[in-house]
């Protein structure tokens, strides 16, 4: 079944009405887009920095160790959430992982040092022998990915040869950056052209009228 068909029910709810379309901002910075579209709300950004849908991170977490869960048992791997979209997501993905009985070690890592105390980079713990998975919440050009892999690097972690992130609002598939000694693999479950940004399209692909009004900043 698409990832879109699995989602749906989760995605009609009012909960998932409420949450802020973040990946907007991304997408059309350089377009002059200051009206009122429809959303397909299917496919509404489900990472807020207010606030997380639980039933739909349930379904996102499904998703995600559908993907991975045999490249874990293959070599396991702990999460970092990119802060600041990635720490929910990544938060989410252990949650799901450890109520399936999966015990995934899991941390964030900063954009910038803490200016105090230690003056680290991460919160949490960090495994120093097992690989690191990157999630962020959206990707775009890839540039949190990047910086958060070398930051990774210098911290003395290995990468996993993999990351994840919800959605692409730039690129289609496959999506991947290269880190210093490798290129790394960016695995999203939605791309851009799986959004409807106007009325006509939402029409044009669902033969109904949509139900979530928003703004594309």
Known sequence: MPIIAKLFEVAESPAVHKLVIKMSRHAHKS?????????????????????????????????FW???????????????????????????LQAFAYANGLAVNTFTLKKAAKT???????????????????????????KTLTKAAARIGLLGFELYPRAFAILSCKRKNPLSFDDINRRIEIRVLFEPQDFCRS???YLARYNKPPQFQGSLI
């Not at 559908?66 to 720490?87: A, H, M, N, T, W």
């Not at 105390?117 to 890839?142: H, R, T």
């Open 199 to 201: 009325h006509q399209q």
């Open 66 to 92: 559908d993907i991975f869960l045999s490249y874990y048992k293959e070599r396991p791997f702990q999460l970092c959430g990119c802060e600041s979209g990635g720490v929910n997501v990544a938060l989410g």
């Open 31 to 63: 377009a002059q887009v200051n009206h009122l579209a429809s959303i397909n709300p299917t496919l509404i950004a489900v990472v807020s920095q207010d606030y997380m849908c639980a039933a739909f991170m349930r379904a996102i977490g499904k998703l």
């Open 116 to 142: 105090y105390g230690l003056k680290n980079w991460i919160e949490g713990i960090a495994l120093e022998k097992q690989p690191v998975l990157l999630v962020d919440d959206i990707v775009g050009s890839g």
